[in-house]
Every structure is written in C-alpha cells, then in structure tokens.
C-alpha cells in the first residue's frame, strides 16, 4: 500500500462512503441535503444516490481516483442545483403568486458541494505536482 491519503483526499472519500447516512436521512427524517434538487424526479433522484455510492465504494477501493470522481460528481451536481435553482426563480418571477421553491436542502447541498468541488480540486492539483516533480 503506497503513502496515507492526505486529508483533503480522506474528506471527499469519507463524503461519498457516508452517503447510506445521507440516504437514511432523507428516507427517515425528510431531510435531503444531497439531492434536493431532484425532489420531481423520484427516479433520477434515487439514481443519484446509487451513483454516489458507486462514487464512494471506487474511491475506496481505488484511491487514486478520488479526485477525478470527486471533481466529476460535485461540478456536475452544482451545475444541476445552479440550473435547478435557476428555472425555480424565473418560474417565481413569472408565476401570480411569486412563491419561490429554493428550500434550507439546496444552500446545505450547495454548501457541500462546493465544499468536495474545492477538496477534489486540491487533491488533484497535489497529485498533479507530486507526478511531475517525480519526472
């Protein structure tokens, strides 16, 4: 087995390893802070939570590649919350009563996002500064 995975690296693949709990949370307590922005699409929202699993369970058993899933994931998943968010507020600003869908679960989830974005990000620039110093 090579070096210990640094922090930022632990902190993405412990993110995906734990997304049971998020799963949990949700089907238990009502409290989605992973795919609030699928709440419409039962299907793609259960979907979501397989692929992060699958996400979780890749970076366990193939550390190297933590980063690139990470990077993959969470972009992906800021561009669906941003578009998400996005098409709730022109429907607020042009529906009679003007109520907006952004709920607590979409700042939490972008938050979170961010968050395993910029760690991913991290990780791979410092793998990426390892390699060519090693040439």
Same mark, same amino acid.
């Given at each position: 087995?090579?070096a210990p #995975? ?14 049971p ?6 089907? =238990?307590?009502g ?9 419409? =699409?039962? #299907?793609?929202?259960?979907?979501? &939570?397989a ?10 058993r193939?550390?190297r ?6 990077l ?11 578009l998400?968010?996005?098409? #709730? &507020? ?5 529906s009679e009563?003007?109520a ?9 989830? =972008? ?5 395993m ?10 793998h990426?500064?390892?390699?060519t110093?090693?040439?």
């Amino acid at each position: 087995m090579g070096a210990p #995975a640094p922090p930022l690296a632990r902190l993405v693949r412990g993110y995906y390893l734990a997304t049971p709990a998020f799963l949990l949370a949700d089907l =238990l307590l009502g409290v989605d802070v992973r795919t609030p922005f699928l709440d419409a =699409l039962p #299907a793609l929202k259960w979907g979501w &939570y397989a692929v992060a699993m699958l996400i979780g369970l890749a970076c366990w058993r193939w550390p190297r590649w933590t980063a690139h899933l990470g990077l993959a994931e969470a972009g992906l998943d800021i561009v669906v919350l941003v578009l998400s968010v996005g098409t #709730a &507020y022109i429907n607020a600003a042009t529906s009679e009563s003007g109520a907006t869908t952004l709920r607590a679960g979409s700042v939490v989830n =972008l938050v979170l996002s961010a968050t395993m974005l910029m760690a991913s990000y991290l990780v791979a620039q410092s793998h990426l500064s390892t390699t060519t110093r090693r040439r």
